[in-house]
């Protein structure tokens, strides 16, 4: 009798064993599927908070995507095939009636002679114009170096071995004009990026152009926004600029 009383309890206690560990793995299972289904921020070495984008979220941006190229990015100033969209967001603006601007060249007497006030002026260029659009990209060792020597923690450094899902994002500022007024781009090296005259390669520079009603000029150029590597799990949110701000553009105003 006491046999089988003995017996008895260890197959209770066998049960209760197997009940706790079958509790243990669901929750764990839940607790994984939660992480990846939901955006959660933790501290880094340096105490400061490090985002997670959760795979729920990186869906949503892949099936949003109409660009599956894998963009190149060999160094700061070549940024390849990805130069393009540059010139197809141009085409864009003057189908809408904006018109490109060329510099004025504020060394002519005969201009200056004309206008008898130029106020010269720095802004920050702030303004996201329109939506960013989101692009693949791989980029050199030479880029990481440069990224790398600037970013804040270890863990937002980027490697040439990966591919990272990235912002292609246009942004810059305006100026309304006055009754009388005209307005002119300046060299500005703070600025975001345009293609130069070399295909494939870029310079810290912006566009001028006229609202389609001629009250506006504005300053556009374009920057790259590092989000996060390109993997099917749970991973860490980057969210950063490049090149580095704050960008500036650096413009005239003259009064005719």
Known sequence: MERIKTYNKIIVNMKNKHF??????ILLTIGLYSCDNED????????????????????RVLAQ??????????????FGDLTKKFKSKEEELLSQGYT??????????????????????????????????????????????????KVDGEELRISSKKRYICEWRPIGTFY????????????????????????????????????????QFQMRSYLIRIKWED???????????????PFECNYAVLSL
């Open 100 to 149: 490109k601007l060329e510099r004025l060249d504020l060394e002519n007497l005969d201009l200056l002679k004309a206008a008898p006030s130029v106020k010269k002026y720095t802004v920050e260029a702030v303004w996201s114009i329109g939506e960013p659009e989101h692009v693949k990209c791989v980029f050199s060792s030479k880029f990481c170096d440069e990224f790398n020597s």
């Open 231 to 245: 993997v099917n799990h749970t991973t860490i949110m980057i969210s950063q600029n490049f090149p580095f701000g």
């Open 20 to 25: 706790i560990y079958s509790l243990v793995f």
């Open 65 to 78: 995507m109409t660009d599956t190229t894998v963009y190149e990015i060999r160094a700061e100033d070549n």
């Open 40 to 59: 959660y921020t933790e501290n880094n070495s340096n105490g400061k908070n490090i985002e997670y984008i959760n795979t729920a979220e990186k869906a």
């Open 176 to 215: 309304n004009l006055k009754t009388g007024e005209r307005a002119s781009a300046m060299a500005s090296p703070k600025a975001g990026y345009l293609p130069s005259k070399r295909d494939g390669f870029t310079e810290r520079e912006y566009e001028a152009y006229l609202s389609p009603n001629a009250t």
